[in-house]
C-alpha cells in the first residue's frame, strides 16, 4: 500500500491489465514503462496505474496518458522508451497513438477500429 504525494504529477499512464491485453503481453509491457520511467528519474512527474479493461480490447496492448488524452495501441515493451522519453519531453510517440481527446470528443486515427457504438 503507498499514498503518493501527487503535487509533481503532469502525467498519469494507465496500463490496461484487462484480460486482452495480458494475453497480448500487458505484464511486460508494464514493466517496460515502469522501469523507462526509473530509468529517466521521472516518476515525480509520471504516476502509473494498473486498470482493468479499457474497453478497446481490439487495440491490445492499450496504454492511456491522462489528463494528456492520448490512447496508445498495440504497445509492445520496446515502445516503453518512445512513449515515456517523448513524454518527458512534453511530445508523444506518433506511431501508435490509436485516439486523441480534442475538446468535445477522441479523434480516431482513421487506421484504428470505430469500434461499437456505447
Ligand atoms: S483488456 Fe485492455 S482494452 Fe480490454
Known amino acids: ?55 478497446r480490447c481490439e487495440d491490445a496492448c492499450v496504454v492511456v496518458v491522462y489528463p494528456d488524452g492520448i490512447w496508445y495501441q498495440n504497445v509492445q515493451p520496446e515502445d516503453a522508451g518512445e512513449i515515456v522519453g517523448k513524454l518527458v519531453q512534453g511530445q508523444y510517440y506518433q506511431d501508435k497513438i490509436s485516439h486523441r481527446y480534442r475538446g468535445d470528443g477522441f479523434v480516431r486515427n482513421e487506421k484504428v477500429a470505430l469500434g461499437v457504438k456505447k
Request: charged share 25%; with cysteine.
Open 1 to 55: 500500500m503507498a499514498t503518493w504525494d501527487l503535487s509533481k504529477t503532469k502525467h498519469h499512464i494507465l496500463l490496461c491489465n484487462g484480460g486482452s491485453c495480458m494475453q497480448k503481453g500487458g505484464e511486460e509491457v508494464t514493466v517496460a514503462i515502469r522501469q523507462e520511467i526509473a530509468r529517466l528519474q521521472a516518476d515525480e512527474q509520471i504516476h502509473t496505474t494498473r486498470t482493468k479493461c479499457n474497453g
